[in-house]
């Protein structure tokens, strides 16, 4: 019912900036929350920001001050602003987009298929 579809990685130089993307399609209204996750190789999959419907932001301390979650909702699109990129932000980008179903009490996720990020010099 709703497809995510993220865009914007890359490779890059650390000190550089990316800014990905991820658009949603199909029936959106039921979006409570959106998120950016990533996962490194060798590691578990991780909450780097979310965003609520009612704009409320969160970040991985990891990340504080350097990433921005954002929110269009024209464009049903969610941005994440990743600024001062170090090596260890290298990692395959996933956005996550949390659904109810108010009629149901049904609590559902929808992931994209995820966009890699490459810091290295």
């Known amino acids: 019912q709703v497809q995510l579809v993220e865009s914007g990685g890359g490779l890059v130089q650390p000190g550089e900036s990316l800014r990905l993307s991820c658009v949603a399609s199909?029936?959106?209204?039921?979006?409570?929350?959106q998120g950016w996750y990533r996962q490194a190789p060798g590691k578990d999959r991780e909450l780097v920001a979310s965003i609520t419907s009612g704009g409320s932001t969160n970040y991985a301390d990891s990340v504080k001050d350097r990433f921005t979650i954002s929110r269009d909702n024209a464009k049903n699109t969610v941005y994440l602003q990743m600024n001062s990129l170090k090596p260890e932000d290298t990692a395959v980008y996933s956005c996550?987009?949390?659904?109810?179903?108010?009629?149901?009490?049904?609590?559902?996720?929808?992931w994209g298929t995820g966009t890699l990020v490459t810091v290295s010099s």
């Open positions: 199909g029936d959106t209204r039921n979006i409570n929350a």
């Open positions: 996550n987009a949390q659904l109810y179903y108010s009629g149901s009490f049904q609590l559902t996720y929808t």
